[in-house]
């Protein structure tokens, strides 16, 4: 089950586990796009379901890994992906209460139901993979302030080691995924200023962006049981931005 598949990271991710033999519960708000991604999956061969999901509402998340178990005979992975980066998420002073409470009920409150729902299907097929996509924002700090995006993904990663720890020896593993910025629409729009482009780009290392099959590769890896011992982690695919301290010219 991905959350957020319907575009981005989570459609690559779909499309990516589905050409490794997963069968996929596709969980979006955008049911036209979603639906194309069960449509993609299923021309080529593969077995997918879309359900309308809104992360922050429990009884539809509930009703999506309902589907897992029901379409597929159990869930083995789930992949808590879906988040919003409102252009009006700014500093501390600048960022209104509303705008605070929406980005923690998607990328906070979304994972915490995703996990509440998800891990008890898990633990009924005898365990499995759950990769929380966190961000690199939730280990270091930017003067280009995104406060409440940049506090919902720490709360990724608290929340992520705990159950890694908690459920460490009943066959579940959790581990958080923590992106750079990746070329997506959600960032493309913050990116068409110039300004804030240079801004940005000065800081990678690579000079590039991500694209979202890197970091869906890093997300099948974890999923998979190639990174059977790999639980609790922070799993950084940020292409060293975390790591510099002057960059190349």
Known sequence: ?????????????????????ARVVVADRAREAGAAVVATIESAGGQARFVATDVSCGDQVAAAVAEAERSFGGLHVLFNNAGIFPDA????????????DQVMQVNLKGVFLGCKYGIPAL?????GSIVNTASFVAVMGAATSQIAYTASKGGVLAMTREIAVEYARQGLRANALCPGPVDTPLLQQLLSDPAARARRFVHLPMGRLAQAGEIARAAL????????YVNGATFMVDGAITSAYV???
């Open 1 to 21: 089950m991905i959350t957020g598949a319907a575009s981005g990271i989570g459609r690559e991710a779909a499309l990516l586990f589905a050409d490794e033999g």
């Open 89 to 100: 998420d700014g500093s501390p002073v600048d960022t209104d209460e509303a705008v605070w």
């Open 123 to 127: 633990l009924r097929a005898g365990g």
């Open 221 to 228: 890896f974890l999923a998979s049981d190639e990174s059977s």
């Open 247 to 249: 960059t190349p010219e």
